[in-house]
């Protein structure tokens, strides 16, 4: 990898700046067409996950995305990105789609993580999350996981149960936020830092890990330009890796996605 | 996070052997109604406050006893160790510590049993390992299990007690998530029966995980059932919480979980269950 310079902390906070791309710009450059659909045609549409129809060439996709705002504003209506369980059972909504219209599955994982609050609690936030996770470990489609930004906890793993996990560079992937581990484990908040290095949250780490399958390298700079050529190399990653998972039948595409998650997590035979 | 707050709450049970479920000394105070009652008392009633009904934890031996026929529970060989991911310094000398402490391999313990006659494959995690954390060993154990509940054509039981993910497993933590629930979608498509048991504290990535995917979830009655811990959800919502938020009680009048049981019925409960889903001929067809 280059920027060899860059610490962990680093990129927890490019992954977490505020004038990073969402994953709407990623899906406004990487497909040809798109078109959002809303709701979880059960309590209301949670605009933390945006749902919809891609194209690119003459492929279709159902996309599933975890939306941060790009203002203020937005962030508000879109409750900076951290899903409700609405927003889980408009996905699990869409993945049965997909399956039924036989389209792959793209999703892009950007979240501090679901939302922690009374209402979330009431409507089964925990059961919302495991309900994704065991709709996309069966689903009978290719399934593409992009982890953009911040993957924090089960609210991103709940989009996450994918044949292949692509992750761009700077984008990070952990079980909490660093803050958080810090303060759990060492009961010291403010060794934040220390507890990115430690966590194994960076894209290189998580490869090592076998936890994702391909990085997507960012150039240093931050522009607009470099960010066209992120998105095109993740566009032709997209439609490299469909190719490849289309070789498998429907039966070996299920296996495939859960021989991947049944062998993370290595341990010794006493 | 949920683990703090349980850690306060586990300050009392300092246990120092195996197969202890409440702390030791002669005397213990009911953290409900604060009375100070006789240990022996509180152990020969299902761990049962007697003076207020509060439950007090169960740990792996007491729970068997309880529910599994005696003699029947034959725990599958499966010695397995975590491999540390995250390289801690400290992690594995606070395992090694831990086993020795508890007499407990790891946060669950899982096999094969009989509950009045019927065949079961059941797991019981415990609060007395790292708050029942899930990690690398919790995670393969479970899965195991599943695919052994598919390969037996046996139903599955799973009693939860944890804090959520391990924190000092990282990532490969939350992976287990991901793991127990693909296996549960091969125990799903084979048709069999799975009663996932919830009792206090169930939090985190266990709730969002295997624990919420029951056919059918039971729990017991005041146990603290949630996917966000209360601390974090009062920092960011910045007022406090309703009174009996997350109860077992609050989770079955929201529709999340289909029965609370006694712990005393809990065993004639899941038997009545099992045999609800026996097939065959049994079935009203």
Redesign the interface.
């Known amino acids: 990898m280059g920027n060899e310079k860059i610490t962990a902390w680093d990129r927890v906070e490019i992954a977490r700046n505020p004038k990073r791309k969402t994953a709407l710009d990623y899906i406004e450059n990487i497909f040809d067409e798109f078109i959002e659909l809303h709701g979880d045609r059960n309590f209301r549409d949670d605009k933390a996950i945006v749902c919809g129809l891609g194209r690119i060439g003459d492929k279709n996709f159902t996309i599933i995305a975890e939306q941060k705002g790009r203002t203020t504003k937005e962030n508000i209506e879109r409750n900076f990105g951290m899903p409700n369980p609405e927003s889980y059972r408009k996905a699990i909504r869409f993945m049965k789609q997909a399956e039924k219209f036989k389209r792959p599955v793209i999703t892009f994982i950007d979240t501090k993580g679901a939302y922690p609050g009374i209402g979330a609690e009431e409507r089964g936030q925990g059961e919302a999350i495991a309900k994704s996770m065991f709709e996309m470990a069966k689903l009978k489609v290719p399934i593409i996981a992009i982890v953009i930004g911040e993957g924090s906890s089960g609210g991103a793993l709940a989009i996450g149960v994918a044949n292949k996990v692509i992750m761009l560079e700077n984008a990070i992937y952990s079980i909490l936020s660093p803050e958080g581990y810090s303060s759990i484990l060492w009961k010291d908040s403010s060794r934040y830092k220390e507890a990115a290095e430690k966590m194994k949250l960076t894209a290189k780490d998580l490869y090592d890990l076998k936890v994702i399958d391909k990085i997507i390298k960012e150039p240093k700079e931050d522009n607009e330009e470099n960010f066209k050529k992120i998105a095109s190399n993740l566009k032709k990653e997209i439609s490299s890796t469909i190719i490849e998972i289309n070789k498998l039948n429907t039966e070996d595409i299920v296996q495939n996605r859960y021989d991947k998650f049944r062998n993370i997590g290595e341990f010794i035979k006493l | 996070?949920i683990?703090?707050k349980i850690k306060k709450r586990e300050t009392t049970a300092k246990n120092k052997k195996a197969n202890i479920d409440i702390p030791i000394g002669k005397w213990i105070k009911c953290d409900n109604c604060k009375e100070i009652i006789y240990k022996e008392t509180v152990r020969n009633n299902l761990n049962i406050c007697p003076n207020c009904g509060h439950y007090f934890r169960m740990h792996i031996g007491k729970r068997l006893e309880l529910i599994i026929d005696e003699g029947t529970y034959e725990r599958f060989d499966l010695?397995?160790?975590?491999?540390n991911?995250?390289e801690?310094e400290d992690y594995p000398k606070k395992l090694k510590s831990l086993r020795e402490k508890t007499g407990l391999e790891e946060a669950v313990s899982c096999g094969i049993g009989n509950i009045n006659g019927e065949k079961v494959v059941i797991c019981i995690m415990d609060s007395g390992f790292l708050m029942g954390s899930m990690?690398?060993?919790v995670?393969?154990k479970i899965?195991y299990s599943i695919e052994q509940a598919v390969k037996q054509k046996l139903p599955l039981i799973i009693f939860s007690v944890s804090g959520g993910?391990r924190?000092?497993?990282?990532?490969?933590?939350?992976?287990?998530?991901?793991?127990t629930?693909?296996?549960?979608?091969?125990l799903?498509?084979a048709g069999l029966l799975y009663i996932s048991v919830l009792t206090d504290p169930t939090y985190?990535?266990v709730?969002?995980?295997?624990?919420?995917?029951g056919d059918i979830i039971l729990a017991e009655p005041k146990a603290m059932i949630?996917?966000?811990?209360q601390r974090?959800?009062e920092q960011?919502?910045g007022e406090s919480?309703?009174e009996g938020?997350?109860t077992a009680e609050?989770l079955l009048e929201?529709?999340?979980i289909d029965k609370i049981v006694e712990r005393r019925d809990l065993k004639d409960t899941l038997y009545r269950l099992i045999r609800f889903h026996k097939g065959g001929e049994s079935n009203g067809q």
């Open positions: 996070m683990v703090d010695n397995i160790e975590t491999t991911p995250l801690l990690g690398i060993v995670g393969e899965t993910a924190m000092q497993e990282g990532i490969i933590s939350l992976m287990q998530m991901a793991k629930t693909a296996a549960l979608t091969k799903d498509e985190g990535g709730t969002a995980s295997f624990a919420s995917l949630g996917f966000a811990g974090v959800i960011t919502i919480l309703p938020f997350q609050f929201h529709g999340f």
